[in-house]
């Protein structure tokens, strides 16, 4: 049953304090199956924050982020939207992977709201350690940390928002846009998805311009 990771993040947190207090977290129930936590990777003073789901099944065995499909085309989609990778910081909502299993496969499983308030704390931790200017949500788990139960991709992405949440290191503004691992599944309407993606990715790219 999750609870909260807050017992386990640092009090002062800087990128190094989170990474080795990472993996002893027992915040909810999801750290007992999975391989390892997955933190974030990228520079410390990164403008950009991107904030995923949760890590997949190839994060959850190399224990970084984005090192699979999806994040090999939000790489692409960053690069196309003129956004340089120096200048992120990518990470997850939830740290640790949840899945079902048949056979041998591991089977992506959406985390609950509990996981995701149960990891909050980490994302907090990390926002206050890089503070970035401006943060890009991909897809609905991120959007849902952040905005609440109601959120819905279609109905926020593309646009700079305020930052919703009380906090002493507040972004400058928040973009949604669309998780890759939705364009990959978009099939028939793949370029579409794909050219909408990078569509709300230079909206990001335009005020990280305007610093």
């Not at 049953?1 to 999801?30: F, K, N, Q, T």
Request: a negative charge.
């Amino acid at each position: 049953m999750a609870e909260s990771a807050e017992a386990w993040v640092p009090d002062e947190p800087s990128l190094d304090r989170i990474r080795a207090a990472l993996p002893a977290c027992r915040g909810c129930e999801l750290y007992a199956p999975a391989t390892q936590a997955v933190g974030g990777a990228g520079a410390a003073d990164a403008d950009l924050m991107v904030v995923g789901e949760q890590p997949g099944d190839h994060e959850d065995r190399e224990g970084r982020p984005f090192v699979g499909p999806a994040g090999t085309l939000l790489d692409r989609a960053l690069a196309d939207a003129g956004i340089d990778p120096g200048r992120v910081y990518t990470t997850n909502v939830v740290k640790h992977f949840r899945f079902t299993t048949r056979g041998k496969r591991r089977i992506h499983e959406s985390p609950g709201r509990e996981h995701i308030a149960a990891c909050l704390p980490w994302l907090e931790a990390e926002l206050a350690a890089v503070r970035p200017t401006g943060v890009v949500l991909l897809g609905g788990t991120a959007g849902k940390a952040i905005y609440g139960s109601r959120f819905k991709v279609g109905e926020r992405r593309g646009v700079l928002a305020d930052w919703p949440l009380e906090s002493e290191v507040a972004p400058s503004w928040v973009l949604a846009t669309t998780h890759p691992s939705a364009v990959l599944r978009a099939r028939d309407a793949r370029e579409a998805a794909y050219d909408g993606l990078v569509a709300d990715l230079r909206v990001a790219a335009e005020a990280m311009a305007g610093l």
